[in-house]
């Protein structure tokens, strides 16, 4: 009885911690983080509270993300302990032992150096870039604990004797795996734009294979109980409709962001490596013009990578002017966003009012225009590897090198349009990146909106069902 006593109260433990959570990874990171990066204007990114983002050390997020390790290593080498006691085989013993020092290591290193984050980012760059940091062996050694634990998926799953154990170990490794792609995939997929994107998903995966594999660590370490044998909380049905409702709700929230936020990239001119950057700095009123062409579709705003440096940590303003070539009159479209102060330039989005319509190849001049304090500076962005060929770039009225050009990308507008699914379509056929994004979010989002809807079913007590009455064979006369 007093053991019985005890599961139940562990129980209610475990709720609770899965609720709180749910809670604070879904509810205060990744719903704000998401409103945030689809509008911007409603919330902007730095009213976010830091401490409730995974992604900056010394957070409370970060240590909640840190505590799911935890709990993770203290289960895993629970289970191994007790699997002895029990006389299981020696491989699922040891792969608990395994899975519960590694995973330990994580949690050291997550809350106290980090070492696995640097690690994947080496990983990133061997796979995608040049790196200097080749001969550093013990960042290699850092990948090991990772590794070894995801090893241990195919030796532990196959070999549990219930659903309620594999089904949660196996969604858990899964998660931890596609975390791992998303993040050796910054560089190449998530760049630009997409970055925010990528931490929100690669946080928040690494959070809910941690959540999943405690639990079916917990079901497991119980699992010599004959009432925990009866108890599947993943029941078919409960499956299926997550499941389902999951997906539903992932489409929906694409047909709306294709319908109403997507903008597609008309004129891209990011550069691809970082070495090819350099700073344009313009005084108070001072320009920089980039000559370009008239896309196919009408422009609705101009990203450009900027930032003020002002003694007094001042933001400053950077205003657009769209005229055609060899012109200042009349403005075709103009618009001005915040300049923040920062050392180096980060994208900005200014909106143009109206938009942009002309007609396709016309020769237009864009003009980036410092409005600043006394004293202060606007950075502005170009590359030396110029994509964008078809215009000079103007420093002031002075031309620079005919390989050089701002950093700019020209979006589309959002509404729904045929042009618009047009463009889509030319974007997601251009380039290979475009449609492995594309997969990478949806798979993404689905597990971040199946995964926190699975823990709080089971989490959420259920109301006890009375059993039915006995039927009567023969009524009472």
């Not at 809910?208 to 660590?217: C, E, H, M, V």
């Not at 990203?303 to 400053?316: E, F, K, M």
């Amino acid at each position: 009885m007093l053991a019985s006593s005890r599961w139940q109260v562990a129980a209610v433990i475990g709720r609770l911690l899965l609720l709180g959570a749910v809670a604070i990874g879904w509810g205060g990171f990744v719903v704000p983080q998401l409103v945030s990066l689809a509008f911007p204007g409603l919330l902007p990114p730095d009213a976010l509270p830091r401490n409730l983002d995974f992604g900056i050390e010394g957070s409370v997020a970060n240590a909640v993300s840190s505590t799911a390790f935890f709990i993770v290593a203290a289960l895993a080498l629970a289970n191994s302990l007790v699997g002895r006691r029990r006389r299981e085989p020696w491989f699922l013993v040891a792969g608990w032992a395994v899975l519960g020092v590694f995973v330990a290591y994580l949690a050291w290193d997550e809350l106290m150096t980090d070492l696995h984050r640097e690690a994947r980012v080496f990983l990133r760059q061997t796979l995608f870039a040049d790196s200097g940091d080749a001969w550093n062996w013990a960042v290699h050694l850092s990948l090991l604990p990772m590794a070894l634990g995801l090893a241990l998926c195919p030796l532990i799953v196959p070999n549990l004797r219930s659903r309620a154990v594999a089904l949660p170990l196996g969604l858990g490794f899964s998660a931890w795996v596609l975390a791992i792609v998303v993040d050796i995939s910054q560089q190449t997929l998530f760049a630009g734009r997409a970055d925010a994107l990528e931490v929100v998903f690669d946080e928040t995966l690494e959070l809910s294979g941690s959540l999943l594999i405690a639990l079916g660590a917990g079901v497991a370490l119980r699992w010599g109980t004959t009432s925990q044998r009866r108890v599947d909380p993943f029941l078919p049905q409960r499956l299926r409709r997550t499941a389902i409702g999951s997906v539903a709700l992932v489409a929906a929230l694409g047909a709306l962001a294709v319908g109403f936020l997507f903008r597609a990239p008309l004129v891209d001119a990011q550069s691809d490596f970082h070495f090819d950057v350099f700073p344009v700095i313009l005084g108070d009123q001072e320009a920089a013009v980039q000559e370009l062409h008239m896309p196919a579709g009408p422009v609705g705003s101009v990203n450009l990578r900027v930032a003020s440096q002002d003694p007094a940590g001042r933001a400053g303003t950077v205003g657009v002017r769209l005229t055609r070539r060899g012109t200042v009159e009349p403005i075709l479209a103009e618009g001005s966003a915040t300049a923040p102060s920062r050392s180096t330039p980060d994208w900005v989005n200014i909106t143009l009012y109206p938009k942009l319509l002309e007609p396709q190849g016309q020769p237009l001049a864009l003009a980036v225009v410092a409005d600043l304090n006394q004293d202060a500076r606007l950075l502005v962005s170009a590359t030396k590897r110029n994509r964008h060929a078809v215009g000079d770039l103007w420093i002031n009225g002075q031309t620079t090198w005919p390989d050089q050009s701002l950093e700019f990308v020209a979006y589309g507008t959002s509404e729904l349009t045929r042009g618009k699914l047009a463009g889509l379509l030319t974007l997601l056929t251009s380039s290979s990146r475009w449609p492995l994004l594309l997969a990478d979010i949806v798979i993404a989002l689905t597990y971040l909106t199946f995964i926190p809807a699975l823990l709080v079913s089971i989490a959420l007590p259920r109301p006890s069902v009375p059993p039915p009455a006995p039927r009567l064979e023969h009524p009472p006369s």
